[in-house]
């Protein structure tokens, strides 16, 4: 089989997949029901491609890399990975992928980007090879940020896992791999836990959609690209560090700085949210805030890059 991977639903996150493996010189393969998906996708790859080029593209990367299909069969004949980004929808997802499960090659695995279904959940209704269903959860932009969370589900087989694993490594990305299955793997159970606090702050008017976002923007959130949430407190400990700190802070565990019930999520509370981003964004379209991103992150990925570089180097040099 080919190393070519097939980008099923090519929507925000299919379009991101398959710009990132273009930028690494895969061959893609996309199927869509919707035939507006191809405009996205030149779109999206447009936009992308500077930011890509910047971070450094593969020798033979090529826009033109990405082929669109009719039909579903077509796009999964021969591919060794199946990315499928349909609607977080778990009855869609799970009759999608045992379409996929029917008409691909039984060796190719199959990778889904929900943000949050479980394999075992997904792998419902598909007969032929469930042992080669996997969770790979994206980061968007996908063609930026370099997280894939690998999740096996209690029947994927260990060499599924090793295959998506070599699949993602070799395209650059960075591999989280979960041998058994966690709600909201790591990362989004971590981002549900600030989401649902942040709407409470909004439904009980203690914080405006500003706010919450300067909150992120101009403090925890400086320090969380160079270290997470662990080594991060470890240092606020000072010299004592992560023990020193859960001495400290140990007790506020229990004091109500969070409400870990999510909050209703009434009309009001909707619309509250929906006109704070619109209020923030100060006009600007979304188009507009995507290429602002594209560009500090980029300026962010390239930094950290520099920075690991000169700590090497230094390592070599024996200082
Ligand atoms: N948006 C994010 O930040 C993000 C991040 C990580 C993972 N995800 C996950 O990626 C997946 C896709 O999310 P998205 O944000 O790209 O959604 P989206 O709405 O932008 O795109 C979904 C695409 O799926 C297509 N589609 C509809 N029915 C389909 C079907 N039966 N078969 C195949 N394709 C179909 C739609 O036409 C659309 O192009 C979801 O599972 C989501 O949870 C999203």
Redesign the pocket.
Known sequence: MSKSVAC???????CGWASHFAGQGIEVHAW???PK?EDLFKKTIQQAWPSMEKLGLSENASPNLVFFHKEIEEAVESCSLIQE????RLE?KQN?LSTIDKVSNSESVIA????GYLVSDLILNCEIAPERIVVG????PVYLLPLVELVAGPKTSISAMDAAESFYKDSGKVVLRLEKEVDGFIADRLQEAMWREALHMVANGEATVEQLDLSITAGPGLRWALMGPMLTFHLAGGEGGMAHMLDHFGPSLKSPWTRLEAPELTESLRNAVVSGCLEEAAGRSVADLVLERDKGLTAIIQTLKDLDSASSEEEQNGE
């Open positions: 099923i639903g090519m929507g925000v996150i299919g869509d029901p919707d998906s980004s349909s609607p977080e869609l999608l889904s980007s929900t943000s959860h994206p980061f968007n």
